[in-house]
């Protein structure tokens, strides 16, 4: 398996799935984590392939603890007052190494694993059944003695018990569940898996900007429709982020969206959750980077 590994991906529906081998899981509001132990270190990885390691040495440290040739795919989380927090969880997330960890003190991530891609013993076992990778990922965690900050996330065949997380957890963070097929193998970049969210959200690419791309002001992003819209003034910590991001992206002329405002046309290839609710105007919301 070679660095950075493609990582499966889920659909937004609107109803919860029900059907025969299908596995339900809490979803966690951070940010998604692929945890690679070497033979040497610990190195983490964003859905886009980045190395995040610098800034979430808390959780790099914490998987020295696994054998090497181990790699988890999961969320990495950060607890504020008993409750799942994606604002703090964003800070390190767009900080420096060195206010990292000064955060980390304050409060330090979790890493809330889902699945299993490498083992010391199988290599590559993207090609097993969920059922298989999870079964070894509980033997795994279990064998290494693992416990918090790197815990598995809760997983049940019960409808009745997904419904009950599903009506119950919102309050501690939780944003609702993710559904998968026992029998599936692991497909980088394909929408495999089911997600149901009590803040409906969908992703758009990103096609432009307005601003200084050190001080982004606003994106313009090209929703699943086809539209190509402007969105809300980005807040700080998001206009940082991107702005990393679009370094070096190759610049367009100026353009306008689809009703008609003005921005700088760029081919990023970066991708952005926004609010559903807000797709039929022409102004968007930003939520976070995918």
């Known amino acids: 398996m ?3 590994v493609s990582v499966a991906l889920a659909q937004a529906v609107q109803t919860l799935p029900v059907g025969s081998d299908l596995h339900y899981e809490p979803k966690f509001d951070g940010h998604r984590l692929v945890m690679w132990r070497t033979a040497e270190s610990v190195r983490l990885q964003t859905r886009s392939g980045r190395d995040v390691t610098a800034v979430w040495m808390d959780l790099a440290l914490a998987g020295m603890q696994l054998p090497a040739g181990v790699v988890l795919d999961g969320e990495g ?25 000064h955060l980390a003190q304050a409060h330090p991530a979790h890493y809330a694993v889902f699945d299993l891609l490498g083992h010391p013993d199988h290599g590559d076992v993207r090609g097993w059944s969920w059922v298989r990778r999870r079964t070894l990922l509980d033997h795994l965690l279990e064998e290494y003695g693992m416990g918090p900050p790197i815990q598995a996330v809760p997983t049940t065949t019960d409808v ?8 119950t ?6 944003e609702g569940l993710v559904v998968k097929a026992g029998a599936s193998t692991y497909r980088g970049n394909s929408r495999q898996w089911w997600k149901v969210r009590h803040a409906e959200t ?10 200084p791309v050190g001080r982004l002001k606003a994106l ?31 610049l367009g002329r100026q353009t306008r ?18 609010l559903a609710g807000t ?11 995918r």
């Open 2 to 4: 070679e660095w950075p």
């Open 77 to 101: 989380i950060v607890y504020v007052d008993g409750r799942v927090d994606f604002s703090a969880a964003q800070s390190p997330a767009n900080s420096t190494p060195t206010r990292a960890r």
């Open 160 to 167: 009745s018990t997904a419904r009950l997380w599903y009506e």
């Open 169 to 174: 957890l919102q309050a501690q963070g939780i």
């Open 202 to 211: 969908v992703d758009a690419n990103v096609v432009g900007f307005t601003g």
């Open 220 to 250: 313009a992003v090209r929703l699943p429709n086809g539209r190509i819209a402007l969105s809300q003034t980005l807040k700080a910590p998001l206009s940082a982020q991107v702005g990393q991001l679009l370094e070096g992206a190759g």
């Open 257 to 274: 969206t689809t009703t008609g405002d003005r921005y700088l046309a760029a081919h990023t290839g970066v991708v952005v959750e926004v």
């Open 279 to 289: 797709t039929r105007h022409a102004v968007v919301t930003v939520t976070r980077v």
